[in-house]
């Protein structure tokens, strides 16, 4: 295990919000996740020295959910909370995913979801506030207005610093829409975004950073290492033969194990020898290099895991690296 006191994660700004946030952000969905077979990937106990060793090395911006591990996520993060300083630390949660059996109530970002979710959360985070809530998904059922001044009254209670939105598929013109409604009404817009985002993702390059850029919006990444395809540990032969792992989904084949994106990783690999780098930290520091994104977010399964992503925090690449690694894609992503 290396020496967390050799790690030195640095802070960049929130987008134009005025905060500061770790330019490597922590995320914990795997906090008390159940696998198929019933064992939990993270328990409380490894959570905690997960957490330990973000803060050893620099990091203070832990994103969670309330529907990561059924709650024990925000309930492990607000126990390792309780010995330390609240302030020091940047919090951010998400509502949105049905967390009720037959109560289609409580999915989505209707003020009733919304309103009833907050307080649960809070109390499991045992904090008085999170410095930003997204939306989880963008919720079709809710009118936007509707969602946008729920979201503003959270804001006015003093429950909630800052509004982002958590996205799946980069929809800049409903962001806009929702931004443009909450300021002709005086509401808090959203001045943070999450989107998916890595060298093989690429949807949102164009219109969504653009719209970001505009708004003044950070831009904080999940999955910048694409689900683990960027962290070397699969082949060509296990891929492209239908031979992966069993417990990959035919989805994850579809979308990663392709002869495009293992073109890719070639390149990624060449570019890693290149700087004494693991692809894992290429490929992060890869996204920390790109205009107009604000700080990825990492996760881990153990330590080890984790102290080799916030490595990535320490890699320099040149200007000519950045643009191998972003043409390697091809296709309308090369050159952005």
């Known amino acids: 295990m290396s020496d967390t006191t050799d790690l030195d994660v640095g802070f ?19 906090f008390g996740k159940e696998t198929e077979e019933g064992n939990v ?8 020295e997960l957490l330990d060793a973000y803060e050893a090395a620099g990091g203070r911006y832990i994103d969670t959910a309330d529907v990561y591990g059924g709650g024990d996520s925000e309930e492990w993060i607000g126990d390792w909370l309780a010995d330390r300083d609240r302030e020091r630390y940047t919090i951010a949660s998400k509502i949105y995913w049905q967390i009720r059996d037959g109560d289609p109530n409580s999915r989505g970002t209707n003020r009733k979801n919304v309103r ?13 506030y999170v410095d930003v809530l997204y939306i989880h998904r963008w919720d079709d059922q ?13 804001v006015e209670d ?33 001045t943070v975004s999450q989107p998916r985002y890595n060298l093989v993702d690429r949807e949102i390059e164009g219109d969504y950073l653009e719209m970001a850029r505009s708004y003044g919006m950070a831009v904080c990444p999940w999955s910048p290492l694409g689900q683990g395809f960027l962290t070397g540990k699969y082949s060509r ?21 392709t002869e495009e994106n293992f073109a890719v990783h070639d390149e990624l690999d060449a570019v890693a020898d290149e700087v004494g ?3 894992a930290q290429t490929a992060l ?11 990825p977010i990492v996760g881990a399964r153990t330590v080890d895991q984790l102290e080799e992503n916030l490595a990535a925090a320490s890699v320099a690449l040149s200007d000519e690296q950045v643009d191998r690694l972003t043409e390697a894609k091809g296709g309308p992503y090369a050159g952005l």
């Open 12 to 30: 960049v700004q929130l987008g134009e919000t005025g905060i500061h946030t770790s330019e490597l952000q922590f995320g914990t969905w795997r």
């Open 41 to 48: 990937e993270i328990d409380e106990k490894r959570a905690h």
């Open 142 to 154: 809710t009118p936007t207005r509707e969602m946008m001044k729920t979201l503003n009254g959270l």
């Open 237 to 257: 032969e296990d891929g492209l033969t239908g031979e992966s792992r069993a417990s990959e989904s035919s989805r994850f084949e579809e979308n990663y194990l």
């Open 116 to 128: 009833d979710r907050i307080d649960a959360l809070l109390d499991r985070l045992g904090t008085d």
């Open 285 to 295: 520091a890869w996204a920390m290099h790109r205009d107009g994104v604000t700080a």
């Open 158 to 190: 003093g429950k909630v610093h800052y509004l982002g939105a958590s996205t799946l598929r980069p929809n800049a013109w409903k962001v806009a829409k929702a931004n443009e409604i909450a300021r002709s009404n005086g509401w808090e817009p959203f």
């Open 277 to 279: 780098a693991t692809p």
